[in-house]
């Protein structure tokens, strides 16, 4: 225990007990949600360094001639990729850092340990092994170093990787918890909750990988890192992270845990402008959803209204019910042909979401998989912004249609376009609208991102700034409600602050 408290205080994160003032099982079942994340996020790392592996030439080797455009934006998202994990990551482990001011009989200093010393060797395994890589090539580090507002990455970051995870405090940290990973073994591994037993062998396994790299490479990087070493006055965080990010997630993202910045005001004059077929984003500050997905909007989602909303809008229109009647169930009504086609889902959608909230008013793709969520879910967020297809009612009912066929699948944590199996959130949205021989739908196109086709979700609002005001505009604006993170609440906001929000940093919590 010494060597560990000893390092620990040498080498201190921010101040982040506030998590510690949760108790008992409050404390176990945050701390499991956190063990889901992180091993959400150690996957993310594993797909990332396996496409980084599959262009090992283009990271690795040092070039002369300049890159193509197509291999920068490769390296560039690749880049900007690894470090929304490495930040995310070193995010929860500053989280439970004082877990080492607890009593070992506490159980809660077990749980600070795993998550801390999980998050730590999955830093390092992937970390080290990228920096073994990337190190020492002058373009590539030129490009890292550059600002990337699309991932949040700011300017230096690349050269503050270098010295935060090439520095002897991470191999002080990764030791000395190795060695007390092993009088925690006999209390926490006993538990067989899959993500724990997930999260020991993963401390062998990555842990392994880390000291591997430090033998094979350790001298040679710490050596041409050397003068960044010296310079370096504090390890607080193994990889950065935006200051205002750092500064407030410490006490913040507790606090505020189910309390979004939403009010029942704003709600309450946004949502009767909404209807069906409605594209809706979110934000939360403090929710690290598609984390390896540029922009500032994480996540979109599918208006469509409760049951009643949904009757009006579309059972007395004509276009729709004579579509509802040619269908091979007959049915008189759109709502009608949604009962008689998904009996099973049409009542889950008039009952209450996961949450034991209703009424319903959305589908969307979360961890949960692809949902019907109510208010208190979909909008109990920071940020939203609704959006209006301009196509017919016929068109939108078709794509209500599509996502319902959706709902009930898995969320795709592969972010894998080219798969229905399994959805991500913007894939929801694209993939309701898209395109047919009967649908118009919506033309969005899609974008690499570390060498996967895919659509962040702020691309939808991309898409929305570059056609606004255009006649054959595919998108109308409905409403913007803006977080005031400062404040504590939001605002209800216009179309002119909205067509900007997608260039916003992916990490601004502090809005002006």
Known sequence: MNALIVAALLFAAPDTSSVYSLKGKDFTAQAKKDLATLKMFAAGLDRIDAQVKD????????????????????????????????????????????FVTLSPT??????????????LTSLLSHGLKFAEMTQGNKQLETLFDEPNSEFGVPQGSYATFKVTSIHVSTATQLMSGDAWAKVMQLGLKKDK????????????SRGKSARECLVRSGNKLFVENALDIVKDTTTAAI????????????????ARAGKPLMTPAALAEVIPKMEPGDVVVT????????????????HAELYVGTPDDLKKYFDADLEVMTWAQAQKEKAATFSALLAARYPGKWKAYGGKDFQ?????????AISEGVSFTASEHSFGVDYMGVMRPRGSKLEKAK????????????????????????LVCSELVYKSYAPSNDMKGLKIDLVDVAGRRTLPANDLVKLY???AGKPDRQLDFVAFIDGREKEGTVVVSDEAAFRKTHARMKWDVAQK
């Open 55 to 98: 262009k090992y030439l283009l990271f690795n080797k040092k070039e002369n001639r300049t890159y193509t455009p197509e291999e920068k934006q490769l390296l560039l998202t690749t880049w900007g990729a690894l470090f929304s994990y490495f930040s995310s990551v070193e995010q929860i482990r500053q989280r439970y850092w004082n």
């Open 106 to 119: 506490d159980g809660r200093h077990a749980w600070g340990f795993l998550l801390t010393h999980t998050a």
């Open 193 to 204: 909750d899959p993500d724990v037993q997930w999260a020991w062998g993963a401390l062998d």
């Open 239 to 254: 990889f950065p992270a935006q200051k205002s990010f750092a500064e407030w997630f410490g006490d913040t993202r507790v």
């Open 283 to 298: 934000r939360q500050n403090w929710f690290l959803s598609n984390i390896a997905l540029p922009g500032f909007w994480p």
């Open 356 to 364: 034991k909230h209703g009424p319903i008013r959305v589908i969307e």
């Open 399 to 422: 794509a209500i249609v599509r996502a319902f066929e959706y709902q009930g699948r898995p969320y795709d944590f592969e972010f894998d376009f080219f798969s229905d199996a399994s």
């Open 465 to 467: 700034d570059r056609e």
